[in-house]
């Protein structure tokens, strides 16, 4: 039987239990890494780093957890606080970097292009509206779990998703006629 | 509508292949890195430590009648036959330092 979340969280603080965060890191590893990797145009280091950066946040302030929100929609939290504080700190370099990304072809046969397809895609936009369209699309938040997750308001979540749409169906085009 | 069914299927194919990403040393990667849990310094803990024992032997001494107590074990041990002689106290001492001593080793050792 798998042990809860929030019994795994009382492990860590009651007894400073690194078995039980080690277990809730191999829980959420491998979506809060993909995730990144939509967020960050499929750079898979520059990902891992982010999301190692991110459970090494939520271990230091476990503590503020308060278990009102699930634990995975914190951790995201503090994931999009870390990769915008990134993006603040780099963005002139990755402005640069941008440019010199060449077309990405993409192979309808393969699964995996389609993700990373999509996370080229989705470079087009900013970081805030980037992790809005992610948390909307692929994780299926609701517009006020985002709104609360990414902590802006939510109307302007709306405005990024329906926006957003609009412009991600145009760059994903050749993919939806090979759907 | 052909268009928004086609996005819809399209992110539906997203989320039905996301693809697991194996942890590969990613887990202890980040426990190693974790920090340690916040300790006294050693010095400040020996410090706290010493200042109760001595508050305490200090309230023991002040309300137990030490010297009677002193005096009636000096005079029971001296009156045994087996400790009726030095060297035997001596002994009895020595056997009493090592105990302890193991005690403190097995303890510290996280033996028992």
Not at chain 1, 22 to 32: A, D, F, G, P
Not at chain 2, 80 to 102: H, R
Request: proline letters at 4%; charged letters at 20%.
């Amino acid at each position: 039987m798998e042990i809860d979340d929030q019994t795994l969280i009382e492990r860590v603080l009651d007894k400073g239990d690194e078995h039980a965060f080690s277990e809730l890191v191999k829980r959420y590893q491998s979506q809060l890494r993909y995730s990144l990797r939509q967020l960050t145009g499929w750079d898979e280091a520059l990902a891992d780093d982010l999301a190692q950066e991110t459970f090494i946040k939520a271990y230091k302030s476990l503590k503020q957890f308060k278990g009102k929100a699930k634990f995975f929609t914190w951790l995201y939290r503090i994931a999009y606080n870390c990769f915008a504080a990134y993006y603040r700190s780099h963005k002139a370099e990755l402005q640069l970097n941008d440019e010199d990304i060449p077309d990405p072809g993409f192979n309808p046969e393969l699964a995996s292009d389609l993700h990373r397809d999509f996370a080229r895609a989705l470079k087009a936009f900013e970081p805030q509206q980037r992790m809005a369209l992610h948390l909307s699309f692929q994780r299926q938040l609701s517009h006020s779990e985002i709104s609360e997750v990414m902590e802006i308001p939510l109307g302007t979540v709306k405005s990024y998703i329906s926006r957003g749409q609009d412009k991600l169906k145009q760059q994903m085009i050749s993919w939806q006629s090979g759907v | 509508m052909q268009g928004t069914n086609n996005f819809d299927d399209l992110l539906g194919n997203l989320r039905e292949t996301e693809p697991y990403i194996a942890d590969e040393g990613f887990t202890s990667g980040i426990i190693a890195r974790l920090p340690e849990a916040e300790q006294l310094p050693a010095w400040l803990s020996n410090l706290i430590l010493l200042v109760f024992t001595a508050m305490g032997s200090g309230i023991a001494a002040w309300q137990l009648p030490v010297s009677k107590m002193v005096s009636f074990t000096t005079s029971s041990i001296t009156s045994l036959p087996a400790f009726s002689s030095i060297p035997m106290i001596g002994v009895g001492a020595t056997i009493t330092f090592l105990l302890s001593y193991v005690i403190i080793w097995l303890v510290h050792s996280d033996a028992i």
